[in-house]
């Protein structure tokens, strides 16, 4: 396993999957559909980890251990917290384009900061 370089906490905007219903009408009913909608916040981020695109894809997001706010706690799956307030959402260079720059230049698969909360280990992510 290589070492993961360390990184100071940083503000990013990060996109949140917050549950949503939608209306799609069927003939004469409307039905209601839920679904995850991502939601763009500002969070603090205490962790990068490299996406891996399918095919040939190019890179445009990474995965960013983010504290959660409490109003969205709720709506988020439970298999995204790492702990109680702290789970890995998606993050994308457009919305990052400076604060990013580094992780995304650098050949480094992970960067994690050393306030991130216990039980964040390395892993693979994928597309």
């Not at 969205?72 to 790492?82: H, M, T």
């Not at 991130?116 to 597309?127: H, L, M």
Request: with cysteine.
């Amino acid at each position: 396993m290589t070492p993961v370089k360390t990184m100071e906490p940083m503000l990013l905007k990060v996109e949140v999957p917050v549950m949503a219903a939608y209306a799609e009408q069927r003939g004469r009913q409307t039905a209601w559909i839920k679904a995850h909608v991502p939601v763009s916040i500002e969070a603090m981020v205490y962790g990068l980890r490299r996406v891996k695109p399918s095919g040939g894809a190019v890179e445009f997001m990474v995965k960013a251990l983010a504290r959660i706010p409490l109003r969205l706690e709720s709506q988020i799956p439970k298999s995204d917290f790492v702990d109680s307030h702290h789970a890995w959402v998606d993050c994308l260079y457009a919305a990052n384009r400076n604060s990013l720059a580094a992780f995304r230049d650098c050949a480094d698969s992970e960067w994690m900061s050393p306030a991130a909360p216990n039980g964040t280990q390395p892993a693979a992510v994928s597309a």
